[in-house]
């Protein structure tokens, strides 16, 4: 199969986006929003950085890439629409796998109605997948990270860690697996973005939002540095699941703070919204926790604290960087 064939066999048949006046088949897409605003995010995912033919099957990195987007689409407060994908592929790749691969992000798509609308194809020497994802929100609806204020209730969608205890399992290629194990591999393989949930916020007038790629070490201290507010955590509070507990009895408390790539959501609102948040996580089917709280900057600029049996520390950046080392 060369480079043409495999586009021809990748565009799909039929577009669901009204808004769309062009998609794959001419030098660029083309479309025509009608009245909003438009969100748009990119992420990559790397042979042996996100993902490793021992942790990863071609249908998982496809449906991964793609909700990873989504989780950014999700964090934003936007309704998905499109996405675009960027492919490097190894010659090493058969055409079933490639196949397998975009499956896993169409699956993932179709639940959305998104249209797979352009990309790129060449071949390197590991895979590499860029997805690229458009979405729409109301105008001036977007969900910003600086949009905290004191007083305001620090919350977390679903379990946090789960995806690295799924991540360790896997790389150690542990045998005698069990249900535990096969939830936390699931939580690592197939996250699933608050798309949904977010959306859901949207009769909300204020409400800050950052998903979680990194562990919410990082996110938090994104929320803080942004909004200009010290946020409080309290440690035995962030929600852990029992398979994580249970299989990683060491080590799930970092995993929880700085695991990364669960794709939850961490967010702050008002205290008289928080009631209609949990209503509307209910609604969607997914656990929310109250974490903590928002409070003014008490030193020379925002910090993130955390509470652990009447002990208060900082909570420094500690999820996963990239280039580190660089200066
Ligand atoms: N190489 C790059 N060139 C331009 N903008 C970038 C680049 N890498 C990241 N960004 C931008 O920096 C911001 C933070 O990126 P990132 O930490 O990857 O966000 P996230 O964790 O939500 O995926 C985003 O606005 C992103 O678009
Ligand atoms: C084989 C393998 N090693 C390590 C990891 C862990 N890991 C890789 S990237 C990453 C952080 C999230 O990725 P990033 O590119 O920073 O996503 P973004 O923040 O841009 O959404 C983590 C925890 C993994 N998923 N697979
Ligand atoms: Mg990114
Ligand atoms: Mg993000
Ligand atoms: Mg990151």
Redesign the pocket.
Known sequence: MDEFSFIRSVQPAYYKQSSLIKGISDDAAVIRPSGGDVVTAV???VE?????R??MQPHHIGHRVLA?NL??LAAMGSTPAYYMVSITIPSDWSEEELIELYAGMDDLAARYRMDLIGGDTVSGRELSVTVTVMGTVAKGKARYRSAAVPGDVLFVTGTLGD??GG?EWL?NEKNDSSSDQAFLIDR?RKPWPRVSFAEGLSTLQRVALN?V???IANEANEIAESSGVDIHIAKDMVPFSSALKNTFPDQYQDWMLS???DFELLGAVPLSDWTLVQENAETAGIKITKIGEVDEVSGDSPRVFIKESDQIAILKKS??T?LKGKG
């Open positions: 992420d990559t995912m042996d950085v996100h993902f490793s021992k942790t990873a989780s950014d995806s690295r991540l790389l690592h998903d790629s990194d562990g695991g990364g790539e999820g996963y990239h």
